[in-house]
């Protein structure tokens, strides 16, 4: 259950979740029905020191820069994501990658040119925070500030920090004015006096510059990662058909693979986990992005058929290690699969990649949804798993025979008709005449 926290409210995050590491921070925010204001509002974090500053500008997270130096934190960027953290906007948090000289992670909201649109957030109802645990989407707190704002163009919403060895939150609720600028020097960060049309660049790199950049929609994003995947891929694309042309043994299959994962896929060598053992099942390899095991691969080699059949080692070793997702290969042929352990250890097709036919856009996409971009955004796989759902035709089935359904076809009919029959008699009717069941 969600613990519902007022101002200066504080818990230990380390005694509540065993183990703290993902989490999503979701700030939130509405406007007033009777208000035409349009506010342009964004989300920025500051990992601050003990002594309230930060070690240096790359410590400062906002829409100019989405992340820091180790990708600890980084404001979210995918509309599915946003929305896991149950917010308008959002950071991504690993707690275990969080500098020992970084004692508090502050989450902030600030209003973009308040002053000349003469704004502030006493003209919003509230303003709200929740933490969510990334894994299971769970969510852990929430804040919400109401009516206790008045000139503030800027909000210190809640923070993330150490204390005895323990990771704590407090929900803080404190408003400053002068927006994200005073906000951003307040706890050290050098700006750019740069004029906001200007074109001249700080002559200092390490100064940042704040003017607003536009920014790019999640469809501008994910198009342009697909153009990248497309272009690496088609390099490598000769290769990969050679090879499966060829039969080549299998120590050379990995070899391929291997280019495959790191310069098309973008994952690192130490993302990319092979022959890994877990209660006497194997899997060839395991693409771990950021350090989480997330999809177990059986490899085959180059242009050998694949049958389901061969997934099950995967799925086995899926199973035991908590992974949902697997996939099997023989290079030119990459079936996807969701893993699930209901009742049994059952693979589930979402999609297979078909390189031999060449790297359309379906292909490309379904690239992107594999590579460590499109793994980290989990919202991506998890919508296109939930469509494949959706038009399973059990899902189907159960839609046409619902009764609400049934109902409203016994009305249509006897509308067109003229005729007189039963739910009963239209359910039967579809079930053997229609779906022959």
């Known amino acids: 259950m969600s613990l519902k926290l007022e101002r200066g409210a504080n818990f230990s995050l380390t005694k509540l979740v065993p183990n703290p590491t993902h989490f999503f921070v979701g700030l939130d925010w509405p406007t007033k029905p009777q208000s035409n204001e349009a506010?342009?509002?964004?989300?920025?974090?500051?990992?601050?020191?003990?002594?309230?500053?930060?070690?240096?500008?790359?410590?400062?997270?906002?829409?100019?820069q989405r992340q820091d130096s180790?990708?600890?934190?980084?404001?979210?960027?995918?509309?599915?994501?946003?929305?896991?953290?149950?917010?308008?906007?959002?950071?991504?948090?690993?707690?275990?990658?969080?500098?020992?000289?970084?004692?508090?992670?502050?989450?902030?909201?600030?209003?973009?040119?308040?002053?000349?649109?003469?704004?502030?957030?006493?003209?919003?109802d509230w303003l709200s925070l929740n933490l969510v645990e990334q894994e299971t989407l769970t969510e852990i707190a929430a804040f919400r500030c109401e009516q206790e704002l008045s000139k503030e163009t800027a909000i210190l919403c809640g923070e993330l920090y150490r204390h005895n060895q323990e990771w704590k939150f407090k929900a803080i609720g404190q408003g400053f004015i002068n927006g994200l600028g005073a906000l951003a020097e307040n706890f050290g960060v050098v700006l750019d006096n740069v004029a906001p049309n200007s074109e001249e660049t700080p002559e200092d790199t390490n100064?940042?510059?704040?003017?607003?950049?536009?920014?790019?929609?999640?469809?501008?994003?994910?198009?342009?990662?697909?153009?990248?995947?497309?272009?690496?891929?088609?390099?490598?694309?000769?290769?990969?058909?050679?090879?499966?042309?060829?039969?080549?043994?299998?120590?050379?299959?990995?070899?391929?693979?291997?280019?495959?994962?790191?310069?098309?896929?973008?994952?690192?060598?130490?993302?990319?986990?092979?022959?890994?053992?877990?209660?006497?099942?194997?899997?060839?390899?395991?693409?771990?992005?950021?350090?989480?095991?997330?999809?177990?691969?059986?490899?085959?080699?180059?242009?050998?058929?694949?049958?389901?059949?061969?997934?099950?080692?995967?799925?086995?070793?899926?199973?035991?290690?908590?992974?949902?997702?697997?996939?099997?290969?023989?290079?030119?042929?990459?079936q996807f699969y969701k893993v699930s352990t209901v009742d049994k250890v059952d693979p589930h097709w979402v999609f297979t990649i078909d390189l031999n036919k060449g790297l359309d856009d379906e292909n490309t996409y379904n690239l992107l949804l594999i590579s460590k971009f499109g793994v980290v955004r989990k919202g991506l796989i998890e919508k296109v798993w939930l469509k494949r759902v959706c038009l399973k035709a059990e899902t189907l089935i159960a839609a046409i025979l619902n009764d609400e359904v049934i109902s409203k076809i016994r009305l249509i009919i006897g509308k067109e008709t003229g005729g007189q029959i039963t739910n009963d008699e239209v359910k039967r009717a579809i079930e053997m005449d229609v779906l022959k069941i």
């Open 39 to 64: 506010f342009d509002i964004d989300g920025s974090c500051f990992l601050l020191s003990e002594q309230n500053r930060v070690r240096n500008n790359t410590d400062f997270i906002f829409y100019n």
């Open 70 to 124: 180790v990708q600890s934190v980084w404001l979210l960027e995918d509309v599915e994501q946003v929305q896991f953290s149950k917010g308008k906007t959002g950071f991504g948090v690993d707690l275990a990658r969080i500098p020992a000289e970084i004692s508090h992670v502050v989450f902030c909201l600030t209003i973009h040119n308040a002053e000349e649109k003469q704004q502030s957030f006493s003209m919003l």
């Open 207 to 334: 100064e940042l510059v704040i003017t607003k950049k536009k920014r790019r929609s999640p469809q501008e994003v994910i198009a342009e990662q697909m153009t990248l995947i497309q272009g690496k891929m088609k390099q490598l694309l000769p290769q990969i058909i050679s090879s499966s042309t060829n039969g080549i043994n299998e120590s050379s299959t990995r070899l391929v693979l291997d280019r495959i994962f790191q310069d098309v896929l973008g994952y690192s060598i130490d993302e990319i986990k092979t022959e890994q053992k877990i209660q006497g099942r194997a899997a060839d390899y395991v693409l771990a992005p950021d350090g989480r095991d997330t999809i177990v691969i059986e490899a085959k080699r180059a242009g050998t058929p694949l049958r389901q059949k061969q997934i099950f080692q995967a799925t086995s070793y899926a199973a035991y290690s908590g992974i949902q997702w697997a996939i099997l290969t023989n290079l030119t042929e990459w």
